[in-house]
């Protein structure tokens, strides 16, 4: 992860950093290639997902308080 997004993580309380993973899926859209990044928290296949979005850059920090209640 990014330094700065990586810090914003761990400090936060109860968030096992280590259950966070980051991946990119690449597509093709309209003849342009995209990388959509993905931060997965706690990828246990016996649960079912949730899906968060956000609407601007860095604004997925600001679910990592929610993420130990919701997992």
């Known amino acids: 992860m990014e330094e700065y997004e990586l810090a914003c993580y ?3 309380p109860g968030l096992d950093i280590n259950l966070l993973t980051r991946k990119y899926t690449f597509i093709n859209m309209n003849g ?3 990388a959509v990044r993905t931060i997965i928290y706690n990828d246990d296949k016996s649960k079912k997902t949730l899906l968060m979005t956000h ?3 860095m604004a997925a920090v600001f679910h990592a308080r929610v993420l130990p209640a919701l997992a």
Do not use: S, T
């Open 10 to 12: 761990q400090n936060v």
């Open 55 to 57: 609407g601007y850059c």
């Open 32 to 34: 342009q290639d995209l």
